[in-house]
């Protein structure tokens, strides 16, 4: 798999709905009108994961320095457990760190085994049970992870060489 990493953009939108359609179900899945207001947000962040320029993931979050939110993380259902969630993670939060984001929220829900360790494996901790977030009915947990401050160019960080 010849994975790349890219900045959302607008002709991307179709697949990215439809990604989402099929990696949540109805009512936890983004309408279309939700998605593009989140993609179109002033602070968004969207980065997507392609293989031969073939949409596999993607992810979106919303910031206010020194606050994020992660809306969504989509990988198609074939490309799970192949480091297309942990590729776009990594991209993201560092994205983020450079803007001058500390801190990451996430909801997700608290039935969702999977996703619960795999939010843990990258470093993000339960912090509150939000009761009936999804569909009125179903809990999700509360995640945070706080970021190390960003490295900045040219100024040495301690390391030797």
């Given at each position: ?38 993609l ?9 994961a ?18 994020a ?31 001058g ?61």
């Amino acid at each position: 798999m010849a994975l790349s990493l890219r900045s959302y953009e607008p002709h991307d939108f179709s697949a990215l709905h439809k990604l989402d359609q099929s990696c949540f179900p109805p009512g936890i899945s983004y309408s279309k009108t939700a998605l593009r207001y989140f993609l179109t947000l002033p602070s968004a962040d969207c980065v997507v994961a392609t293989d031969e320029n073939h949409i596999v993931g993607f992810i979106v979050s919303e910031e206010n320095p020194p606050l994020a939110h992660i809306i969504t993380l989509d990988v198609s259902e074939k490309q799970r457990q192949r480091g297309v969630g942990t590729a776009l993670i990594g991209k993201l939060e560092s994205n983020l760190a450079a803007r001058g984001v500390r801190s990451i929220l996430l909801e997700t829900a608290i039935d969702n085994e999977a996703a619960v360790a795999f939010w843990q494996r990258h470093g993000y901790r339960i912090e509150a049970v939000l009761k009936r977030y999804y569909l009125g009915r179903l809990d999700a947990y509360e995640m945070r992870k706080i970021l190390p401050p960003a490295r900045k160019a040219g100024i040495p960080s301690g390391e030797k060489f």
